[in-house]
Each structure stands twice: as structure tokens, then as C-alpha cells.
């Protein structure tokens, strides 16, 4: 029996455990067996193909986990606040994918332009609108209302472009349109934010405009350069980057959590069903969106993609910079992961059925 089945089994015991004290009555003792649970489930996908890529969620629940039952230890280290590191951390991650594009992913607007047309005002209508009306009908707290629409509004995340090329998706579509947002993020997120938030939260839109810059176009900036320089020349760097940038996801949402961890408490299964609608509406409708404007399979895939997941380190980012990390915050920091869990699965299951590529060619016998 190898080292992976072991670990499956060891999770099973420790879910066992913490059902049996939180049946019981006694939550704080079923705690530290819902963190090995978690731990031990994370580790024991390494040893299955189709479950590696649920790794990083699976640490992200043990982390979140970790910080509802012990935040003291995530809020502070003597006099320094652990909130301070998020703005940095956002930089860094925004530096690392500056690193891993070029200015020829901008390119992709001259080659596909209807395309990129589509994915970016698509994404830009639908996730705004959609948080805004789930903000309306959730009877959350103003502050805490407007982080559904903070999410909506953000551009689109890193992650989509993974899923994109797992589901057999148009990858070099995904880059450019999740570049494109990217880019328009510092303008079209504050005026949205605005608009639609401006009812539940006071909008600084200036401020909130040069936050963006500091925090996305400056580091891309700086990276974009970087890897014009030193493409290929320092391979410990390519390599080091995602793990920097997982690591550092994983970090503000642990933040986060152990903020808002009372509001959480309160309202949690609620905020997370809604950050679940909002999340699969963005797939639904951005894949038919694509649809109605004629486009492949592929592009649909694509659109559908790039539609419903989010930049939630940013969203995070622009929260704390706000001041309201532990209430505005809190729909950013659910729907990382939550996207993470969803992607993967609608990846998973779109890699098993044809683009429509392969009947065209067997039809005119050339590929396209």
C-alpha cells in the first residue's frame, strides 16, 4: 500500500473525528482533526492524475479552517499587523504574471478581435451585473453586499488561462483577454464600483483607480520588461513564481478569514451559496454569449471561462486598501477557491467531449 492510500485512509479517520465532536456538541475539539483532514486529503491527491489538480484548493480549505479556529494567530505578530503584507504580496503576484506574459499577447486583439470583444464586454456586463442583483437580494450587511459586487467587477484571474488550456479551450484567446482586462481593470472597476456599489459603500474612485495601478500595472510593467530581458536567463525565477504566487493567494485568503471571521460565522453557508450562483451564472452566460454571437466551441469554452472566474487577490487587494478587509473582503476571499474547485471540474468534464475541431477535420482533411 503506498504512502497516498495510507493518507486517503488517514483523512477518512480524522473526517470521522471531527463529525463525531461537532455532532457532539464540542466544535473546538473537532478543529484540529477538520485541519488534518484536509491536509492529509491534500497530500493523498499528489498520487492520483485526475485529483493532482484539487491540491492547492484542498491546502486553501486547511488554511481557511486553520485561520476560523485560531485567528489570533493570523491577525498580528507583536505590533505588526499581518494585513500590511496583502498589498505587497498582490504586487508580487502581479509582477510574477507580468513575468510569464509578453507584449505579444496583446497582439491577440489585431488576430481575434471579435473575440476578444466579446470575452471582454462580456465579462465586464455579466459578472457586474449579476453581483449587483445578488447583492440586492442577499439582506447582508451594506459593506459586506458590496464585496459581492467588488468580485464582479474585478478582470479576469491567472487561473483562467490553467482551465482554459485543460479544456481544451482557445488558449492564446484566453491570454489576451484576461491581459485586456486586466489592463482596462484600473479605469472600468472603480467607475463599475461606482455606479453599482456606490448605494452599500462609499467609492473613492481616484483612490481607487491609482490603487488598481499600483497594484496591476506597475508590477505587470515591471515584468512584462523582465521577461523581455531576461526571457529564459533566469529559470530559477520561472520556476519559483507560481509557487510564490500560490503561496501568497493562499496567505491573503487566510488573512482575510481570520478578519472576518465572525461575519463568516454568521453568514458563511449563505455567502458562499451566492458567490456559487454568481460564479456558475458567469460560466453559463459567458458561454452563451459566445453562442449568440456565432462564435466555435472552442471560443465559447473560452469566453465562458474568462466570463466566470475573477481575480480575487486583487478584488482582496482593493478591499484592504478600502479599509474593509474583514466585511468587503470576505466574497473575494470565498470565491478564489471556490472557482479553483469549479474550474477544474467544468475543465474535467469539457477535456472528454469534441471542440467540433475534429469533425472539421475529417470533413475538408486539414486542421484548424
Request: net charge positive; charged share 10%.
Amino acid at each position: 500500500m503506498n504512502i497516498y492510500k495510507i493518507l486517503s485512509g488517514v483523512a477518512a479517520l480524522c473526517l470521522l473525528a471531527a463529525l463525531f465532536f461537532a455532532l457532539s456538541g464540542n466544535l473546538p475539539a473537532a478543529g484540529p482533526f477538520f485541519i488534518g483532514f484536509f491536509l492529509a486529503l491534500a497530500v493523498s491527491f499528489r498520487g492520483y492524475d485526475k485529483l493532482k489538480g484539487f491540491t492547492y484548493t484542498t491546502v486553501i480549505f486547511a488554511a481557511v479552517t486553520t485561520a476560523l479556529y485560531y485567528p489570533q494567530y493570523f491577525l498580528t505578530v507583536g505590533e505588526f499587523k499581518l494585513s500590511t503584507l496583502i498589498t505587497p504580496l498582490i504586487q508580487i503576484i502581479m509582477f510574477g504574471m507580468g513575468t510569464s506574459m509578453s507584449f505579444g499577447d496583446f497582439v491577440g486583439v489585431v488576430k481575434m478581435p471579435k473575440g476578444v470583444l466579446i470575452g471582454v464586454f462580456s465579462h465586464f456586463i455579466i459578472m457586474p451585473s449579476i453581483g449587483f442583483t445578488l447583492a440586492n437580494l442577499s439582506g447582508f450587511p451594506p459593506e459586506i453586499a458590496a464585496g459581492i459586487i467588488l468580485i464582479g467587477c474585478s478582470p479576469n484571474g491567472m487561473a483562467s488561462n490553467v482551465i482554459s488550456y485543460l479544456a481544451k479551450a482557445n488558449l492564446a484567446l484566453s491570454i489576451t483577454i484576461t491581459a485586456i482586462s486586466t489592463m482596462l481593470a484600473p479605469l472600468v472597476t472603480p467607475i463599475l464600483m461606482s455606479f453599482l456599489a456606490g448605494a452599500f459603500v462609499k467609492i473613492d474612485t481616484l483612490h481607487m483607480m491609482w490603487d488598481i495601478v499600483k497594484m496591476v500595472i506597475i508590477p505587470i510593467g515591471a515584468g512584462l520588461v523582465f521577461n523581455k530581458l531576461f526571457s529564459g536567463k533566469v529559470k530559477w525565477l520561472d520556476a519559483a513564481m507560481p509557487l510564490i504566487s500560490m503561496g501568497g493567494i493562499a496567505f491573503i485568503i487566510v488573512i482575510i478569514t481570520a478578519a472576518g471571521r465572525d461575519s463568516l460565522l454568521t453568514i458563511g453557508p449563505t455567502l458562499l451559496l451566492l458567490v456559487l450562483i454568481h460564479n456558475l451564472s458567469g460560466y453559463t452566460l459567458g458561454y452563451w454569449s459566445g453562442r449568440l454571437f456565432k462564435m466555435s466551441e472552442r471560443d465559447c469554452r473560452t469566453i465562458a471561462i474568462e466570463v466566470g472566474m475573477q481575480n480575487g487577490g486583487l478584488a482582496s487587494g482593493i478591499a484592504k486598501e478600502m479599509g474593509k478587509m474583514a466585511t468587503v473582503g470576505l466574497a473575494p476571499a470565498i470565491f478564489g477557491p471556490l472557482m479553483n474547485i469549479t474550474g477544474s471540474i467544468l475543465a474535467s468534464w469539457w477535456q472528454s467531449k469534441p471542440t467540433g475541431d475534429e469533425e472539421t477535420y475529417v470533413e475538408t482533411g486539414r486542421a484548424h
